[in-house]
């Protein structure tokens, strides 16, 4: 199994749920930009479930070195790389800020995910499960670079499985919407709205046993994004959302 963003407290939780259920893999590839907390969670697999693993850097603000990934291989990727940043209020016209929200959660991204699609093709056989998000479904200004980025995002992954459904290989499109996570600490987030990592890896878990296409980890936010979307655009403009 191969983990991007496996630093992600969803990405742990799902490792740990599908570990639980009594899968193992001959190697499970931990890819992340924070090696050391990573290698923490890896000697905790080791040690509860007798998982091998392999911590490798991947900083998508750097040069990636495909050369070093190509010993990377799976039938399984799962991917929970995303960058929130500043807030539209506080980074709107900050373009460092702008840039790395946009590298992350999409132009930086899509290079390593093409990889590894590749690898899937060329074998006949895999599912890639990424992490999108409900704020691609429709620009808003409380944080359309973030949305914007997701959007295409979305828009990439559905093309992909399109492209892929031929090649028996499979991709799930995961649109969490508030999640309980130290990239949302301290937001003001509704419980309610609110799944926590585990609700949302135990949601993927079952998507994935199902070959979902898409998958909205607290139903209500499917009802909630088709109103947002459906709202028509000369009152949308006027809306503080």
């Keep these: 199994m191969i983990v991007l963003g496996s630093n992600s407290e969803v990405a742990q939780a799902f490792v740990e749920k599908i570990l639980s259920e009594g899968k193992r893999y001959e190697m499970l590839y931990l890819l992340t930009s924070d090696a050391e907390s990573t290698k923490r969670f890896a000697q905790?697999?080791?040690?509860?479930?007798?998982?091998?693993?392999?911590?490798?850097?991947?900083?998508?603000?750097?040069?990636?070195?495909?050369l070093e990934l190509e010993s990377v291989d799976s039938d399984l990727l799962f991917c929970a790389t995303g960058y929130l940043g500043m807030s539209v209020e506080d980074g709107l016209y900050n373009l460092k800020n702008t840039e790395k929200i946009i590298s992350i959660n999409y132009s930086k991204l899509v290079p390593v995910l093409n990889f590894f699609a590749k690898k899937m093709e060329e074998?006949?056989?895999?599912?890639?499960?990424?992490?999108?998000?409900?704020?691609?479904?429709?620009?808003?200004?409380?944080?359309?670079?973030?949305?914007?980025?997701?959007?295409?995002?979305?828009?990439?992954?559905?093309?992909?499985?399109?492209?892929?459904?031929?090649?028996?290989?499979?991709?799930?499109?995961?649109?969490?919407?508030?999640?309980?996570?130290?990239?949302?600490?301290?937001?003001?987030?509704?419980?309610?709205?609110?799944?926590?990592?585990?609700?949302?890896?135990?949601?993927?878990?079952?998507?994935?046993?199902?070959?979902?296409?898409?998958?909205?980890?607290?139903?209500?936010?499917?009802?909630i994004m088709l109103i947002i979307r459906n709202i028509p655009e000369f009152i949308f403009k006027k809306l503080k959302l």
């Design 123 to 223: 074998r006949r056989n895999g599912t890639m499960i990424v992490l999108s998000s409900v704020a691609g479904d429709r620009g808003r200004q409380s944080n359309f670079i973030y949305g914007s980025a997701k959007a295409g995002l979305t828009a990439y992954l559905g093309g992909l499985r399109n492209y892929l459904f031929d090649k028996k290989v499979h991709v799930i499109t995961v649109k969490p919407g508030f999640m309980d996570t130290k990239m949302t600490e301290g937001m003001p987030l509704n419980p309610k709205l609110t799944a926590s990592p585990k609700q949302a890896a135990n949601c993927i878990y079952k998507g994935y046993k199902r070959q979902k296409n898409e998958i909205y980890v607290l139903p209500i936010w499917w009802a």
């Design 44 to 66: 905790h697999i080791e040690v509860k479930y007798l998982q091998q693993s392999k911590v490798m850097e991947l900083d998508l603000m750097n040069s990636v070195d495909f």
